[in-house]
């Protein structure tokens, strides 16, 4: 049990719609951060938010955008799905974003795309 | 793009026996983490070493780290059925902090 907690954990949607994925950090966490986990890879860093202010973004296009809300909560939205989006859809937290420290993640959320 | 890779993709081990992980990396970082994920469930955090320690322990798991070789080794000792998952390592790369690179990861099968 890691206090980060994901939802949904499952969808199926169709090729060229939108999806809105959500996580609620671990209690005082201020910096959330999303990956994208292919079947078989390790997952991909996507972007980061710390205190409501994206902070680092991974090599992945401008329809992967996100928020991050004053409680520290946080949400992924993908527009105009491709199959290959496909994936699980991790969300970490942690306390600041300085190095070293400790990186929780949540259960994720499995999106398919058809 | 994926930061490191893990070695062996896939190991079989039977319950008692130790396990071994490897993991390499490219660039200078600031800590290596290791993950466990159960099939198709989010990581668990197992071990985070600083790049200025070299080896440390958690119950039944040692992580060695060799920055000047660039790379990390995970032991399991007495492995377990429950141990069954794929490990991962990750790095926190010098100026990106927070912001974790995986390898590929390391499949473990542990049989009775």
């Known amino acids: 049990e890691t206090g980060v907690t994901q939802s949904p954990t499952h969808l199926i949607k169709t090729r060229g719609q939108q999806v809105t994925l959500r996580c609620s950090s671990q209690?005082?966490?201020?910096?959330v951060s999303w990956y994208q986990q292919a079947l078989g890879q390790g997952p991909q860093f996507i972007f980061q938010?710390?205190?409501?202010?994206?902070?680092g973004r991974g090599n992945f296009p401008p329809r992967f955008s996100g928020l991050q809300f004053p409680n520290y909560s946080s949400e992924l939205n993908v527009n105009a799905l491709e199959l290959d989006d496909s994936a699980l859809y991790l969300c970490?937290?942690?306390?600041?974003?300085?190095?070293?420290?400790?990186?929780?993640f949540g259960e994720g959320s499995w999106l398919t795309v058809v | 793009s994926q930061q490191g890779e893990e070695d062996p993709q896939a190991l079989s081990i039977q319950e008692g026996e130790n396990a071994t992980m490897n993991c390499s990396y490219k660039?200078?970082?600031?800590?290596l983490q290791w993950y466990r994920q159960n099939s198709g469930r989010g990581l668990v955090h197992l071990i985070l070493?600083?790049?200025?320690?070299r080896e440390k322990h958690s119950g039944r798991l040692r992580v060695t780290l060799d920055t000047s070789k660039k790379s990390s080794s995970l032991l399991i000792t007495a492995s377990r059925a429950a141990d069954t998952a794929s490990y991962f390592c990750?790095?926190?790369?010098?100026?990106?902090?927070?912001?974790?690179?995986f390898g590929t990861g390391t499949r473990l099968q542990v049989t009775l």
């Open positions: 938010y710390y205190r409501e202010e994206e902070n």
């Open positions: 209690s005082g966490h201020n910096t």
């Open positions: 970490a937290s942690s306390l600041g974003q300085g190095s070293g420290n400790t990186i929780y």
């Open positions: 070493i600083r790049s200025n320690e």
């Open positions: 660039t200078s970082i600031n800590n």
């Open positions: 990750a790095t926190d790369r010098t100026g990106t902090a927070s912001k974790l690179t």
